[in-house]
């Protein structure tokens, strides 16, 4: 049975530092038998964002940040396709990280992030994020050596203290976004190796999706383990009250889409957005000039 609507089943919000991934489910419902009611909660959700995404874009008091995680086909790119269905481009931003550049190495890890943030007024996509500097190197440490940072040569060098100071930075820089307006909303789609390795078979066996799959992405299935563990350890470092993490069942595609338009709907819901009101003197001035 479908939730009520904002009700979220256990063990989806963290605010650290106790989650467990392997003890958290990857399905919990089968969509197919109530599509049609998931769907229509979905797009109900959909235009309550771009009623709120609205007042925000001509308010500019604040900005909604929304971050995606996942393994590789975890479904990122179907839920923001999805969640956000029919929001004016004009106030809505996404970002995609990927291997860092040339350029981006020789900057501090968050320089490329804060280069995409959205305005405030705008609703943003991290589709990836700066966790990625936290994922992807914690699991393959020899990339951290090409930042060059000081007193890092080995790969021996990037030890537990390194990833709390990364963990660190992480926290206090989503703090300061919030005391500048951002709210930010922070989603693990978590699948699992199964679910994966038939969406992997999906994408192979439709030409047109071939694109979506490579033989690094199959090849990364062999450190699994050490992606869990580094999940669970990212989410634990920097999952706080202010700032939680919603880990989502998402073996369901339209069930994982359900639970976060949801989440978003009723956060965007609950910030003090208003279009802004002229003032008496401004008014006046217009009739003036307009000669009403």
Same mark, same amino acid.
């Given at each position: 049975?479908?939730?009520?609507?904002?009700?979220?089943?256990?063990?989806?919000?963290?605010?650290?530092?106790?989650?467990?991934?392997?003890?958290?489910?990857?399905?919990?419902?089968?969509?197919?038998?109530?599509?049609?009611?998931?769907?229509?909660?979905?797009?109900?959700?959909? /235009?309550?964002?771009?009623?709120?995404?609205?007042?925000?874009?001509?308010?500019?008091?604040?900005?909604?940040?929304?971050?995606?995680?996942?393994?590789?086909?975890?479904?990122?790119?179907?839920?923001?396709?999805?969640?956000?269905?029919?929001?004016?481009?004009?106030?809505?931003?996404?970002?995609?990280?990927?291997?860092?550049?040339?350029?981006?190495?020789?900057?501090?890890?968050?320089?490329?992030?804060?280069?995409?943030?959205?305005?405030?007024?705008?609703?943003?996509?991290?589709?990836?994020?700066?966790?990625?500097?936290?994922?992807?190197?914690?699991?393959?440490?020899?990339?951290?050596?090409?930042?060059?940072?000081?007193?890092?040569?080995?790969?021996?060098?990037?030890?537990?203290?390194?990833?709390?100071?990364?963990?660190?930075?992480?926290?206090?820089?989503?703090?300061?976004?919030?005391?500048?307006?951002?709210?930010?909303?922070?989603?693990?789609?978590?699948?699992? /190796?199964?679910?994966?390795?038939?969406?992997?078979?999906?994408?192979?066996?439709?030409?047109? /999706?071939?694109?979506?799959?490579?033989?690094?992405?199959?090849?990364?299935?062999?450190?699994?383990?050490?992606?869990?563990?580094?999940?669970?350890?990212?989410?634990?470092?920097?999952?706080?009250?202010?700032?939680?993490?919603?880990?989502?069942?998402?073996?369901?595609?339209?069930?994982?889409?359900?639970?976060?338009?949801?989440?978003?709907?009723?956060?965007?819901?609950?910030?003090?957005?208003?279009?802004?009101?002229?003032?008496?003197?401004?008014?006046?001035?217009?009739?003036?000039?307009?000669?009403?």
């Amino acid at each position: 049975m479908l939730l009520k609507p904002f009700e979220l089943p256990e063990n989806v919000k963290f605010t650290g530092p106790d989650l467990r991934l392997k003890t958290l489910p990857t399905h919990l419902v089968d969509s197919s038998a109530q599509l049609a009611a998931i769907k229509k909660t979905v797009q109900a959700n959909a /235009k309550v964002i771009r009623k709120a995404q609205k007042k925000m874009y001509a308010d500019k008091k604040y900005a909604v940040l929304c971050v995606f995680q996942a393994m590789d086909a975890g479904g990122k790119d179907s839920m923001i396709t999805h969640v956000f269905e029919g929001v004016d481009p004009i106030g809505f931003q996404t970002a995609n990280f990927k291997q860092p550049t040339s350029e981006e190495l020789t900057h501090d890890y968050l320089w490329r992030v804060e280069k995409q943030l959205p305005p405030r007024g705008y609703l943003g996509v991290f589709n990836r994020s700066h966790y990625e500097d936290v994922l992807v190197q914690r699991v393959h440490p020899e990339l951290v050596l090409k930042q060059e940072l000081p007193g890092i040569v080995k790969t021996a060098d990037v030890t537990e203290a390194f990833w709390q100071q990364r963990y660190s930075d992480i926290r206090y820089w989503e703090e300061y976004l919030n005391r500048q307006g951002y709210l930010i909303l922070k989603f693990f789609l978590n699948i699992s /190796k199964e679910e994966q390795a038939s969406r992997f078979k999906g994408r192979l066996a439709v030409e047109k /999706k071939n694109y979506k799959l490579s033989a690094n992405d199959v090849k990364e299935r062999d450190f699994w383990p050490q992606y869990q563990d580094a999940y669970e350890r990212a989410i634990n470092n920097t999952a706080t009250p202010a700032n939680p993490w919603y880990v989502i069942p998402a073996d369901d595609k339209w069930y994982s889409r359900y639970l976060v338009s949801n989440i978003i709907s009723q956060a965007i819901s609950q910030l003090p957005l208003d279009y802004p009101v002229l003032a008496p003197e401004e008014k006046q001035r217009i009739i003036q000039e307009l000669k009403f």
